[in-house]
């Protein structure tokens, strides 16, 4: 099979698994126990009004009180024709509201898995040549207290220390920088350190251990006898190879933390992303949002996953798509 | 509640019998002038099209744009905005004149005129259409039947509004009106899709002059932003306000607000309890501690709880053993004051002689409790207390509870559950084997799906009109998940509701012997109110710290 029909055949796979997410999600939100129109009973009732009454109103004015069959094929209808609906937790239509902070969360999480990427892989490689060395220990050390720390601790202690205490940097993320601009590098300083020190610590031990197995292989001694300098040996033969398991996990986190992943790091840095967006949609019962967030993370998930498989072939010549 | 909510909610007062009507102005800027951040850490609006919300926060955010007719400050005293002078209510209770000053602008240079007030009341707020979430506040029932009050004009700058049953406390609903720009409405009327998409409705481009800022922005989740409004019809003369912008920034965790507030990164934000003392050892941050009309308390269920609850010996018997001294060290950290009825002292109408001092002093007894409990016949009790998860108030009020209440033999058992679950399964109820659709009150026979003895909420109270309680403590109150009966209660907030309370001295009788009636009978435990504290950038002059600290913000500015 060829690359092209490989691809094309996991794009249709794609198109199934979007669509049964998409349907699983609407479905569940709208079966659910809860109304979005449940943050008004309280208020409502307050109010001595006939809760019933007034909530049947409110799901009226938002087209929730249509059979849940016309509210989905509705939904697929708009979808269709390019509407995502209407977000009746903040008053705008869907897609103004994803593409309004989908931005936020692309560059926090971009530079973050750059600072883990470059760092992790640096220090994984440094530390398995340097094997059983003070520097290994010392890096073993870091990488261990990196994956151990929570990131709303880290985040919070990073405030303390570099914002309040030293003064260095503003205690929360403020979006009226220009996005290309010194300054929006320097308030995402914070952010990308906490966002990213986990990660980095995780890719320090994938690529450690990653490289060492590799150095132990029959190749590698081969290359050394043939009287390959060693940083020929370890950057064209030993990194090479190790690359193929931190690809993978590189691009599962890369999934992962789009939707979701940073929710924690944009709620203690006041970073206005899509995991802050997509929790409160769920927590307002919102699901033109959440269907809508729930949609695109699966896209981007299935993405990166026939990406990964795509960088396997390149990466290592010998896997075949059949 | 948050801040702006509760200004919005106070509404208005009795004008004719309150005194001071000028607002607190100091003579203008000394400083420069900058953006003012506020850092909160509620929720987010939901919207900026006024009709359409629900929530504290929209309302609030609309209020920075939009004065509405009148504030109150600290001393409850009316302070007017867009009210020419104080509404006038006729002898009988039934007619509310509101006349409007006469400098009023829409952005388009349009006069705000009393027709638009009385079109957005009867083709906005009372339209079948558009289902304004709280239109029953503008309706009465007469003969049986519910109708909405008739708003007229009275010339280009006053309108009426007409009840056919007097209400003593309706004057608060007025004071609480908002209105739209009648030509731009018109556009969407009857069209509740259209209305609410509408874009000048929904960034606020109408509001002209109407209120100290304009709308500059608002990024869901983040900010909310507006910019000095220099048409401002209260800064002529002082050129108010005084900051360049004023921005909402909203924090996700209350530990990064207080550090941006260390680091001087916000001017103004409210400071929990435990980092009082931290931060007022700082000299750039200036503390203010205000009493608040919210306070916390023990609900007893009277529907599907223990029997015992239904006894009112039994329930003083509880609220006896419970120390409201210990309760505010231990868990407020001193932020607060024992409460015995439901009105706060701030108010014009607490009366304190005659209540029944339950938790404190020779009434925190629990020898006595014990043998209450015994000699009603009940011994080797077990309870089980519920409260929203998350809410670490009031999981230590009901750690505290377990503790006290088993010193008196009663076994406790806690019960954390999320607050839709708690409003749903413990509070929501029906009676069993009927059709009814769950409510907060579904009558006397109603139970809840999940039992439970014992419930940590707080409630708050308007201090200019606690009657509006009613909702929790009278029999048929739309918040009465309890099942609470008293037929005495009952009766005395009719009364408030009544003709008889348009006498000012009157209603405060009445709101006196109901204090007393239910700091006896106890419906719930009422605990502690709670304080607030608000902390600022000492540079930040003009604040007057109070019930309502923020109704004169428009002339709060920095100094040095």
Known sequence: MSMREYVVRRLVYSAVIAWGVLTATFLLLRLGPSSPADRYLANVAARGQNVTQVLAAIEARYGLDKPLHVQYLDYLNNLVHGDWGWSFSTSMPVMDLLQRHWVYSFQLILLSMLFAMVLGIFLGLYSAVRHNTRADYAATFLSFVGISLPNFWLGIMLILIFSVKLGWFKTYYDTSLPMFSLANLKALVLPVMTLGTGMMAAYTRYTRSATLENLRMDYVRTARAKGLPERQVLWRHVFRNSLLPIVTIIMFDLGSVVFGGAYLTEVIFGVPGLGQISFNAIFADDYAVVVAVTLIGAIVVLAFNLLTDVAYTILDPRIRYD | ?560
């Open chain 2, 1 to 560: 509640m948050g801040r702006r909510g509760f200004l919005r909610l106070c509404g208005g007062a009795a004008a004719l019998s309150l005194g001071c009507l000028q607002p607190s102005k100091p003579s203008g800027p000394r400083g420069g002038l900058e953006a003012f951040i506020e850092g909160v850490s509620a929720g987010d609006a939901e919207t900026l099209n006024w009709i359409l919300a629900a929530d504290a926060a929209s309302l609030g955010y609309v209020s920075f744009t939009m004065d509405g007719l009148a504030t109150y400050d600290n001393q409850l005293r009316l302070q007017l905005r867009w009210l020419r002078e104080p509404v006038e209510i006729s002898r009988d209770g039934l007619e509310y004149t509101v006349p409007l000053r006469e400098d009023l602008r829409w952005t388009d240079g349009n006069p705000v005129r009393a027709e638009d007030f009385v079109y957005t009341m009867e083709h906005l707020m009372f339209a079948p259409w558009l289902r304004y979430t709280y239109a029953g506040d503008w309706m009465e029932e007469v003969d049986g039947a519910q109708r909405f009050v008739e708003p007229r004009v009275v010339d280009k700058n006053t309108f009426a509004i007409i009840r056919e049953r007097a209400s003593p406390e309706f004057l608060y609903t007025v004071m609480g009106l908002l209105v739209y720009p009648e030509h731009i409405a018109k556009r969407y009327e009857g069209d509740a899709e259209a209305f609410t998409r509408a874009e000048e409705l929904n960034n606020l481009s109408y509001t002209g002059n109407l209120g100290p800022y304009r709308f500059v922005e608002w990024i869901r989740n983040d900010k909310f932003a507006v910019e000095r409004n220099p048409d401002y019809y209260l800064g002529r003369e002082d050129g108010a306000p005084y900051f360049d912008r004023y921005v909402v920034k909203l924090f996700g965790s209350p530990a990064a607000r207080h550090a941006a507030l260390e680091a001087g990164d916000i001017a103004y934000t409210s400071v929990d309890p435990p980092k009082v003392g931290q931060l007022m050892a700082n000299k750039a941050i200036r503390i203010y501690t205000v009493p608040t009309n919210g306070f916390l308390l023990l609900d007893f269920n009277q529907r599907n709880g223990w029997a015992g609850l239904r006894l009112r010996e039994v329930r003083q018997a509880i609220s006896m053993a419970i120390g409201k001294e210990l309760l505010i060290n231990s868990v407020l950290l001193g932020f607060g004051e024992p409460a015995f009825s439901f009105i706060p002292k701030v108010s014009p109408l607490h009366v304190d002689e005659g209540l029944e001092r339950y938790g404190v002093g020779a009434l925190y007894d629990k020898s006595r409790a014990r043998e209450v409990l015994r000699s009603a016949g009940y011994a080797g009790v077990r309870l089980r207390i519920v409260t929203n998860s998350g809410n670490k108030t009031r999981e230590n009020v009901a750690f505290l509870v377990k503790q006290e209440l088993s010193e008196i033999g009663v076994e406790v058992e806690i019960k954390l559950v999320p607050w839709p679950t708690l409003l749903r399964k413990y509070l929501m109820n029906k009676t069993p084997g009927s059709d009814q659709p769950p409510r907060f009150n579904n009558g006397p026979g109603a139970v809840s799906e999940e039992p439970w003895d014992l419930l940590v909420i707080g409630y708050t109270t308007d201090p200019k009109q606690p009657s509006g309680t009613e909702i929790f403590f009278a029999t048929d109150g739309g918040l009465n998940s309890s099942g609470y009966s008293n037929g005495k209660v009952d009766g005395l907030f009719k009364r408030l509701r009544s003709p008889e309370a348009l006498d000012e001295g009157r209603r405060r009788e009445l709101y006196a012997e109901l204090s007393r009636e239910l700091s006896v009978d106890l419906p719930v435990d009422f605990l502690a109110f709670q304080y607030a504290n608000l902390g600022f950038q000492a540079r930040v002059k003009g604040v007057e710290p109070g019930i309502s600290t923020t109704y004169n913000y428009q002339w709060w500015r920095f100094e040095g």
